[in-house]
């Protein structure tokens, strides 16, 4: 099977179907590898992890307008966000804000965060899906 694309992308979780959806919009052509299914990545299994996000993929979340999709009973405020000291200042959680329904200062159900990025980015016309294909040292 031969596939001409811009981008091609090995292994799919969210940081690269972020990506790949991000790259879709300036048109170019992206292949997705992943060698199992997309079944799990369609419907990521419960998996009880949280995961409290950086200002920097916070606002690409919002870019990419993936929030929308995110279910607010999921998300956790965090009253006293603390990170280490050698976390650059951008990378810093501001207090929580209780009038934002995704606030940087919040933590999010990681099988949310899953599946909204394969759901946005499966909907680019840009994106293909490839499961097929294996990739090899040479």
Partial sequence: MQHTCDIVIIG???ASLSFATAAAYGSL???LIKQSSQEPLANPPHDSCKIALTHPSHGIM???SLWQHIPAEGIYPLKAP?????APPHHQLPPHTPTAKASSASSYPTHDIRRTSYQTASRQKMSTFSPAIKCRKP
């Fill in 12 to 14: 799919i979780g969210p």
């Fill in 29 to 31: 052509n992206i292949l």
């Fill in 62 to 64: 919002g870019k990419l």
């Fill in 82 to 86: 603390k990170c280490s000291r050698t």
